[in-house]
């Protein structure tokens, strides 16, 4: 056996860009910042009440009061919005979710406090009936328990134009049903709302990943085994994702969603690619869940990962990610 003289070099190095921070600084192709980052929170009824969630360790279901100051904080730290969510009363559920729509309901109470208390702070709120219904479904049922599309949509377009009425930035229809964004924006025009935006859950799936949220805002129980695959997504689905979205563009949405994220990168990729809109990604309460419980078990190290989860929706194409770490992630990009 013999030594060749004429040594063989690699005719590319790529470790070369990586050997110093500063070269691996002037190459990184996305960056996360805390304009990226939208929080999703839980709010109920009351003063001065905090509730634990137990499936989302460290995530609280806040009375409107302290809410707000979490809200100051989440603004200081240059989040630009969050997401609300309502706990409501059992005695205030029913098969029809009228109290998705009363004017001095939870979600439009929180909504005119948050934008006296932190008028730039951006609010999104949730359209669909799940918080409200007796059985859990985000929609109004028939005698066989199927989901009613338009008498469904009614109900929305109210639910939508109470919180436009009560100063939501944001409308985000997050219940899967057809026509609903046309329908949402054709009544804000007539009533003058032009600049209420709507964030269109367009390619929600039928997950298994929301469990812990549906334990956090009391529909869980209600549901019970039953599942939303007659409404929501097929996760083995991509083409119908792209339908669903540009759909929704088409009938007025400004910015779409997908949900939910980490498994589904490569629809939020494929949606970002080929119709080049504002996209958004959730990073639900499952992968909150998943990713606490590593933590908690010193299986995974907590602030690198969750950085490295949320700089991964960017490299996607996402424009931003609705995730329960905004205000740690928005922290450790400070530090
Ligand atoms: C309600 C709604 C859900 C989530 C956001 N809006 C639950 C569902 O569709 O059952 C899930 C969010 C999460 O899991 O973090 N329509």
């Not at 219904?133 to 939508?160: C, F, M, P, W």
């Not at 600049?195 to 990943?209: E, F, G, L």
């Not at 409404?231 to 949405?253: F, I, R």
């Not at 949320?310 to 205000?327: E, I, P, S």
């Amino acid at each position: 056996m013999s030594f060749s003289t004429s040594r063989q070099y690699p005719t590319a190095r790529l470790r070369r860009m990586r050997k110093d921070d500063f070269s691996r600084r002037l190459m990184r192709e996305t960056t996360l910042t805390p304009n990226d980052l939208i929080w999703p929170v839980f709010v109920l009824d009351g003063k001065n009440r905090r509730e634990s969630v137990a499936s989302m360790p460290e995530v609280e279901r806040l009375s409107i009061d302290l809410l707000i100051e979490e809200a100051k904080e989440a603004q200081a730290l240059g989040i630009p919005a969050l997401a609300l969510f309502p706990v409501i009363d059992t005695a205030l559920k029913s098969e029809l979710a009228e109290e998705a729509y009363n004017a001095s309901g939870l979600v439009q109470r929180s909504v005119a406090e948050l934008k006296a208390a932190c008028p730039e702070l951006g609010v999104i709120t949730d359209v669909a009936l799940d918080p409200y219904t007796s059985h859990g479904q985000d929609g109004i049922l028939d005698e066989q328990g199927y989901v009613q599309n338009d008498r469904t949509v009614d109900t929305l377009i109210k639910q939508a134009l109470s919180h436009a009425e009560a100063g939501a930035d944001v409308v985000a229809p997050s219940d899967m049903m057809d026509g609903r964004i046309g329908l949402i924006r054709a009544v804000l025009e007539r009533e003058q709302l032009h600049n209420t935006r709507i964030m269109a859950y367009s390619a929600k799936y039928a997950s298994r990943y929301y469990g812990p949220f549906r334990d956090a805002v009391g529909s869980a129980a209600n549901l019970g085994k039953a599942d939303k695959s007659t409404y929501q997504m097929d996760p083995a689905n991509s083409d119908e994702a792209l339908q669903e979205t540009a759909l929704d563009l088409a009938e007025g949405a400004d910015m779409v969603m997908v949900k939910p994220g980490m498994p589904y990168l490569d629809v939020v990729w494929r949606i970002k690619q080929e119709l080049k809109v504002p996209t958004f990604a959730y990073q639900v309460s499952g992968e909150y869940a998943m990713h606490m419980a590593a933590f908690e078990n010193g299986w995974l190290d907590a602030d690198s990962v969750i950085l490295e989860s949320l700089a991964c929706f960017k490299r996607a194409g996402a424009d931003g990610v609705l995730t329960y770490f905004a205000k740690r992630a928005a922290r450790l990009l400070a530090s």
